[in-house]
Structure formats: structure tokens, C-alpha cells
């Protein structure tokens, strides 16, 4: 089993904000600011999949690999996006990587923000365990791949093998190196 984070997907519409006079705001509150509207994809027209995905998620696949994301999306919780319209991108980019000869066993996503404190939201464990429990995974058996801070402490808190993908690093190199120490 692999479980997989949610940064399948990139932006790659340009933004544009209508941020509010700043004047006199600290930098810690502006950079919150920014946070909390920058970056979230909310339809499937402002998507793309990385480079190598496709072909990742398929290796996987044609190797026996159950594949499930994992994902964090405040921006339900902040109004930025809709639970429909979540489910629409999702069932979208299922159609788009079974065109690819790859598929999606299930995906996990917490609605909640930052400061709800709810125990699905990475960097807790919640929906790894709440994957292994309806799809019976032997957790301390499955590979969590992510690309943040938050998703090696969830996954190492839950007893998987976590890798963290980067610049250098993208998720096709990490499946082929996968495939190759099996």
C-alpha cells in the first residue's frame, strides 16, 4: 500500500489578489494573510498533475500497490472552496489518471482550518488510521509519500515508511527507486 499526499496537483492559473490596505499590519499577520489566499486551487481548470505522476501512480498500480491520498484542505473550512466542488477535482483527477492506465483505491481529505484542532488535519495520524482501518492496511507495511513537514510527522506518527519528495526529487524517481529495492 502507498499512501499518497495530496500535491498530485499544481496550480498553474497566475493569481491575482485584492488584498486589503496593509498599513500598519505586522509581517507575521501579512504573511497569515497571504496564507490564507494564496494557493488554493478551486476548480479543476486551475489544475495540473506534476510532472511523472501519471506514470508513477501506474507503476504502482501494475506492481500490486493500493494507492490512497491523503489531504489537508482548509480552504473548506475558510470558504475558498466547496465541499462539491472538492469532489468534482477529485473525481476529475481520477478520470484523468485512469485515461493514464492508473487509478485511485480511495482519498481522505480534512476540511478543517489550522485551529480547529481536530485529529484528522496533518500532521495527525487521524486519516492515515481512518484509510488502514476502512481498507484494512497494515500501516507499519505502507509508504506514506508527501511533500511537507506535516506529512513526514504524520506518517512517522502512524509507523510508516515515510519519503518526502523535493525539487530533485519527484514522485516518479522516488516509485522507479521503490520499485527497484523491492
Not at 466542488?85 to 478520470?95: A, F, R, T, V
Not at 492506465?101 to 500532521?123: D, S
Request: hydrophobic content about 35%; glycine content about 8%.
Amino acid at each position: 500500500t502507498v499512501l499518497l499526499y495530496n500535491g498530485l496537483m499544481k496550480n498553474f492559473e497566475e493569481k491575482k489578489f485584492d488584498i486589503p490596505a496593509l498599513k500598519g499590519i505586522s509581517a507575521k499577520n501579512i504573511e497569515e494573510h497571504l496564507k490564507l489566499y494564496a494557493g488554493y486551487v478551486k476548480k479543476w481548470n486551475e489544475i495540473e498533475f506534476l510532472p511523472g505522476v501519471p506514470q508513477a501512480i501506474k507503476i504502482l498500480n501494475d506492481k500490486g500497490y493500493r494507492i490512497f491520498v491523503i489531504s489537508n484542505q482548509s480552504g473548506i473550512a475558510r470558504g475558498l472552496l466547496k465541499k462539491t466542488d472538492l469532489n468534482l477535482i477529485h473525481k476529475n483527477m481520477c478520470e484523468e489518471l485512469k485515461r493514464n492506465g492508473a487509478g485511485i483505491e480511495g482519498i481522505y481529505y480534512c476540511p478543517h482550518g489550522w485551529h480547529e484542532g481536530c485529529y484528522c488535519r496533518k500532521p495527525k495520524p487521524g486519516l492515515l488510521y481512518q484509510a488502514s482501518k476502512d481498507h484494512f492496511i497494515d500501516l507499519t507495511k505502507a509508504i506514506f509519500i508527501g511533500d511537507d513537514e506535516c506529512d513526514k510527522e504524520a506518517g512517522d506518527a502512524a509507523l510508516c515508511k515515510t519519503i518526502l519528495v523535493t525539487p530533485k526529487i519527484n514522485l516518479l524517481k522516488i516509485v522507479k527507486n521503490i520499485i527497484n529495492t523491492k
